[in-house]
């Protein structure tokens, strides 16, 4: 961590103010140390850069496991396309140089794929995960003058409220164990102005339909290695049908969802090998998690008007995406 970041961060049991002592510093970097806090005198240790203010075995620890076996499988200077950031903009609404300059919180980082556009884009980042998926960000961008990573909780953020500029929170929220008060815990860490984004799972009828929720009930208490065997026997012997039934015409893009592998052939141009990368990554994204918790369009424009946000805007891309701005 860089030790600028002290100037915005709080300790998450009280919200009192940190103290840092470094064991291993090099060039402004905190390598090892740790933080305590001046109120309630409770420690938290700097392990490789990253601040870390939960233990590491939590109902996230999966999607610690899949993002440090798939680094880089999802970053777009890995894929050689633009996936990412067109997604981030889009659900952003801003222009690249609109982020340039601006302290952006990435809420559930993984490894980075966002995290990655938005310091392209010139924004000092903030790169939040519960997981273990911290290392991997780190991995892929560290040390970088924008970039601070932390591993902390979305209940109990670690941060001094009104801090950021923005923040977004994609593909995490349906992941957390309550999911209005995760979303919730978002609003404080906003300037006045600040804009706040973030997607979740669309809840529908046809997700009665999806083999993932049948799967889970099972998939979801085995062990990391067992279920990522089980993933790739998976997609070896189901991603082939699944390609075939992916090209028929018209309907192929809908029937593919009936087979239990992920299959992005026929979204992007991606090479076969990716296609498979990503079948393995993104299959088991769909059995690990502990929680599922798809929500409706209607549900999320509530929670901006609860919590006060302006300018509330929910549509469809992929999945149900919000945006609002604080007061």
Partial sequence: MQRKLLAILACPACKGDLQLTPELERHGEVESGFLECGSCRQQYAIIRHVPRFVP?????????????????????????????RERLLTSFGW????????????????????????????????????????????????????????????????????????????????????????????????????????????????????????????????????LFALVNLMVRYLL????????????????????????HEPDWPLTPQQVRDWAILNTYDMLAPAYDQPQSAATLFSWFKEAGLRNIEVFRYGFFVGRGVKP
């Avoid at 075995?57 to 894929?79: K, P």
């Avoid at 690249?96 to 990655?116: H, M, N, P, S």
């Fill in 95 to 226: 222009r690249a140089e609109e982020l340039a300059g601006k302290t952006i919180l990435d809420v559930g980082c993984g490894a980075g794929r966002f995290a990655e556009v938005a310091l392209q884009c010139g924004a000092n980042v903030v790169a939040l995960d519960y997981s273990t998926a911290v290392d991997a960000c780190w991995g892929n961008f560290g040390p970088h003058p924008n970039l601070n990573v932390v591993q902390g909780d979305i209940y109990q953020l670690p941060f001094k409220p009104g801090s950021f500029d923005a923040a977004y929170c994609l593909g995490v929220l349906q992941h957390t164990p309550e999911v209005k008060e995760a979303f919730m815990s978002l609003p404080d860490q906003l300037k006045p102005g600040g804009r706040l984004v973030v997607d979740v799972y669309r809840k529908t009828f046809w997700n009665l339909f999806m083999p993932k929720y049948w799967l889970r009930p099972i998939t979801r208490r085995m062990s990391q290695d067992r």
């Fill in 56 to 84: 590491s075995d939590n109902y996230a620890a999966n999607f610690g496991f899949q993002w440090n076996e798939f680094r880089q499988t999802q970053l777009d200077s890995h894929v050689k396309l633009p996936l990412a």
């Fill in 240 to 263: 082939p049908i699944s390609l075939v039934v992916g090209r028929i015409p018209h309907l192929g893009r809908k029937l593919r969802y009936i087979i239990p592998v992920a299959n």
